[in-house]
């Protein structure tokens, strides 16, 4: 796994895209009716994220569709509505590329702060 250069503390620290930061001052907000909630940075207001807690397993997508396919109330003459199946698994395949990108761009934030840390702790 490539994932192992990177420690346990940083890949659940608070990252924020839009000011470049790691271990930001966050807000948790709790999702309505979901057990999970998200964070927003204090400091510019939008979406902070964990790197521990962005989805990127393909599995989940597939066992996510399956499942809405399955409980999708069957019209009448037997066949599942090809159209909302359609625009779910667009939606699927969005989210699962946006969250691709998004635990790459976090990646090389830790990267970067890591280089920093690496560079601080020699100076002093
Ligand atoms: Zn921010």
Known sequence: MKERDLPGDLKN???CLKCRKVGVDAIRKKMPG???????CKICKS???R???I???PIIFVVLTVMVIW???VSEDGSRPIVVIG???SIMCGVYL????????IRRLLKEHMRKDILYGEQS
């Open 47 to 49: 979406y902070a994220y």
């Open 55 to 57: 989805t990127t397993s």
């Open 87 to 89: 625009i779910w698994i």
């Open 51 to 53: 790197y521990i807690e």
């Open 98 to 105: 946006n969250n691709l990108s998004k635990r790459k761009k």
């Open 71 to 73: 409980v999708m109330p």
């Open 13 to 15: 620290a608070v990252c």
């Open 34 to 40: 979901l057990s999970r909630g998200y964070d927003r």
